[in-house]
């Protein structure tokens, strides 16, 4: 897998200066810690908590030895041994969303409530895609319209793993719901001693900007740090709203709110895989919500990763996102620009692709568009490799001035490594396009989709037991009727 780390926003005084206020934050400011369970944890470890306000002060030496136990590089293993991923070294992957309230129909273009038949269809689109290694899945969502609540999580983690070999995403919302997605990836792994042995399933635990860590959120973290699952701590702090309007003051409180999770988590189980997660941008302050797709996202990414590095944890960041409601021109320069700087930064996992409308709302054929794009930057990654063969002199030499190289052989053996050929991007003269049918690149995109669903399938796909025992688990959960 490709590399970033070729671009960088911080200077190393000033991820020190980010690095002392974090531990100010911590220490003297504290972070609200909801679950009682995880404040007597921190108490015992020798934190400073206050139960009447459940402020948590954490202490400099405590931090730092979770930091240290934090692993900076990990695998995580999918069903289908090919599809494995080592999370090291700035390496950069794709994790397309998946489960979202809302989705753009297909045939007729508008939104409407995502139901379980759609969970099934966007996994297998990003099954098919090349340059999605990780994916998010529907266990995270919330609510899946015709399913029941309770039992969402099950639903979607089953469309999952039947849809796709690749690793998929579990739910770490609640005790209950984090036990539930860990058990159907122990069937799976054959087990819960060989799920510990071989991680297959990750989850997030979001904080709760500014420096919240709340109860459910809390469990899950919890409950995948003593299987020994990764989980990736993520902040969402918004500029200007739930935190300082400064992006240095954004960042101090993002990595106190992420560090704060670290500590727990390596509290519970040293060497937990996690990621520093971020969601940071800034808010629209005309229009009073999130701007997802601006560009200080892109900077905040960048940052982000340089003090991931700095602490040696790997890092989720959030790109190819946009605020447009269509998959037009705006939508294309947001999920560019920042899904390039992110990569470049060398963010391990880049989450977001397949969303538009402030990530509200998901789409087949954004994850189609949006794995182009992805091609297309790690093809940027890779950059120029420089020797003999590739200055190529003799053949300059052969072919002279005024010559070609169309039918050179040196032509034919590098023209697939050298040139990045989409199959979407249409570069053809306009009277053959228009020959064509005149297709825009939603109506491109349309037809991959439609193609996909007929004639895509699993690689590896589930075995008929395991299924069978995993279909027979999501309905304990539906008649338990508690989620």
Not at 101 to 106: F, K, S, T, V, Y
Not at 267 to 287: A, E, S
Request: charged fraction near 25%; proline fraction near 4%.
């Amino acid at each position: 897998m490709y590399k970033g780390g070729q671009l960088k926003i911080l200077t190393k005084e000033q991820i020190e200066q980010i690095h002392i206020a974090t531990l100010d934050i911590l220490q003297n400011i504290g972070v609200f810690i909801q679950l009682d369970k995880a404040r007597k944890i921190l108490k015992d470890a020798g934190a400073d908590v206050d139960e009447k306000t459940r402020i948590v002060r954490f202490p400099e030496y405590l931090v730092m030895e979770a930091v240290k136990k934090a692993p900076s590089r990990f695998t995580i293993y999918a069903r289908n041994r090919k599809k494995t991923i080592k999370i090291e070294d700035k390496k950069v992957y794709f994790e397309p969303m998946i489960g979202r309230l809302n989705i753009i129909d297909l045939e007729t273009g508008k939104r409407r409530r995502t139901n379980i038949e759609d969970v099934g269809n966007l996994i297998k689109i990003a099954d098919a895609m090349e340059n999605y290694q990780i994916l998010h899945s529907g266990a995270m969502m919330p609510h899946i319209e015709g399913v029941p609540d309770h039992a969402s999580h099950v639903h979607g983690y089953l469309q999952g793993v039947r849809n796709s070999d690749k690793i998929i995403k579990g739910t770490g919302r609640g005790v209950h719901r984090a036990k539930d997605c860990l058990k159907m990836a122990s069937i799976i792994a054959g087990g819960e001693e060989e799920l510990r042995k071989r991680p297959m399933i990750f989850t997030t635990s979001n904080t709760i900007s500014p420096l919240q860590h709340h109860s459910d959120q809390l469990e899950g973290l919890i409950e995948y740090a003593k299987m020994g699952q990764p989980v990736d701590i993520a902040s969402e702090p918004q500029a200007g709203a739930t935190a300082p309007a400064t992006l240095a003051g954004l960042l101090a409180q993002q990595t106190a709110e992420i560090l704060a999770g670290v500590t727990i988590a390596q509290l519970v189980n040293p060497g937990t895989p996690l990621f520093y997660g971020t969601v940071g941008t800034v808010m629209d302050m005309r229009m009073g919500y999130i701007a997802i797709g601006a560009i200080e996202m892109g900077i905040i990414n960048v940052a982000s990763a340089q003090i991931a590095q700095f602490y040696g944890l790997p890092c989720r960041g959030t790109a190819s996102a946009t605020d447009s409601k269509l998959l037009d021109m705006q939508a294309g320069y947001e999920k560019a620009l920042t899904a390039i700087m992110a990569a470049l930064a060398g963010i391990n996992t880049i989450f977001y692709p397949g969303t538009i409308e402030l990530a509200l709302t998901i789409s087949m054929e954004s994850l189609v568009i949006d794995n182009e794009i992805a091609g297309m930057i790690y093809r940027a990654l890779r950059g120029i490799e420089i020797n003999d063969d590739t200055l190529a002199l003799d053949i300059i030499a052969k072919v002279g001035p005024g010559g070609h190289f169309l039918g050179q052989k040196h032509t034919l053996e590098h023209i697939r490594t050298e040139h990045f050929i989409p199959k979407l991007s249409n570069r053809m003269r306009r009277d053959k396009w228009e020959e064509l049918g005149s297709k825009d690149i939603w109506t491109v995109a349309k037809e991959e989709v439609r193609r996909i669903l007929k004639e895509h399938e699993v690689e590896v796909p589930l075995e008929k037991d395991v299924e069978k025992e995993l279909v027979n688990y999501v309905k304990e959960v539906e008649k338990r009727g508690y989620s």
